[in-house]
Structure formats: structure tokens, C-alpha cells
């Protein structure tokens, strides 16, 4: 993770085997639609949300969850999903190219959000919910 010079890791970022497979799987992709590559667009994802950026603007966004409590954290092209087990903390477990959700046919937002329920329950973890200025507020 590349964080600038005054950046300090505040939250705490998790991943499944599974996913760690699927990025490493998808670093070889040239496609891209962004000026970032699809390694960088993980980086920037990655290194916003631990050094507790905002997550409402910016490369990388997150998306309130639906449902389950599953969050989308999302780049140009990228659609990564999991949950909060605890404030500050995130478990991803399953990720997406946008161009593939937006295909006609499966799978959608919502088959993704119930792999990554399907994965949680697997691994018999908790989550919280809450409104994101609550689990991941804006560190400053």
C-alpha cells in the first residue's frame, strides 16, 4: 500500500484467500476505462479507505450497503464487496469488473452482494450496520 507522507493507517482492511485469487487474477488485465491501471485502481482503493479518507468522493467511492449490510467499494472499473465486522474494519470477500454487472445477464449487484453474504456466513463472522459516516467516518 502507497500512502502519501502525512497518511496514517486508521482502518483496517481484510480480504478472503478467494480474493486475494481474484486480484491477483485480474492484475493482468490491460482493459481499463480509467487513466489508472487496473493494479493501480486496486492501490488507490485500497490505500483510501485505510488511511481513512472520505469514501463519498475521490478514484475510490463506497457505497452504503443493502441488505445484509454488504458495502461496494467501487473504482472506474471495479466492483469490490464485503462487510463491516466492526467500525473502521473491513472483510472483502468477492469482486466484480463493472463492464461484466452491466452485461446482460448474471451477474448483478445483488448475486455478487449474496456470494459475499454466502461467503460471511461461511465463515461464521458478524457484521454492523450503520450509515457510513457511522462505520467509516472521514478521518482528518
Known amino acids: 500500500m502507497?500512502?502519501?507522507p502525512r497518511d496514517q493507517r486508521?482502518?483496517?482492511l481484510f480480504w478472503t484467500k478467494r480474493f486475494e485469487k481474484w486480484c491477483r487474477?485480474?492484475?493482468?488485465s490491460p482493459s481499463t476505462r480509467s487513466l489508472a491501471s487496473i493494479p493501480e485502481?486496486?492501490?488507490i482503493a485500497f490505500a483510501d479507505f485505510i488511511s481513512g479518507r472520505p469514501l463519498?468522493?475521490?478514484?475510490?467511492?463506497?457505497?452504503p450497503p443493502t441488505g445484509e449490510g454488504i458495502w461496494r467499494l467501487k473504482?472506474?472499473?471495479?466492483?469490490?464487496?464485503?462487510?463491516?465486522?466492526?467500525?473502521?474494519?473491513m472483510v472483502l470477500t468477492v469482486g466484480e469488473f463493472k463492464s461484466v454487472i452491466a452485461a446482460p445477464g448474471a451477474?448483478?449487484?445483488?448475486h455478487l452482494g449474496q456470494q459475499a453474504v454466502e461467503e460471511r456466513r461461511?465463515?461464521?463472522?458478524?457484521?454492523?450496520?450503520?450509515?457510513?459516516?457511522?462505520i467509516f467516518p472521514a478521518i482528518s
Not at 451477474?107 to 445483488?110: A, E, G, I
Not at 461461511?122 to 457511522?134: C, N, T, Y
Open 107 to 110: 451477474p448483478k449487484d445483488r
Open 56 to 63: 463519498s468522493s475521490g478514484l475510490a467511492r463506497c457505497d
Open 2 to 4: 502507497i500512502l502519501g
Open 25 to 28: 487474477d485480474i492484475c493482468q
Open 75 to 89: 473504482t472506474p472499473d471495479l466492483r469490490l464487496y464485503g462487510w463491516a465486522d466492526e467500525p473502521h474494519c
Open 10 to 12: 486508521n482502518r483496517r
Open 122 to 134: 461461511e465463515l461464521k463472522l458478524g457484521f454492523v450496520s450503520g450509515e457510513r459516516f457511522e
Open 41 to 43: 485502481q486496486l492501490n
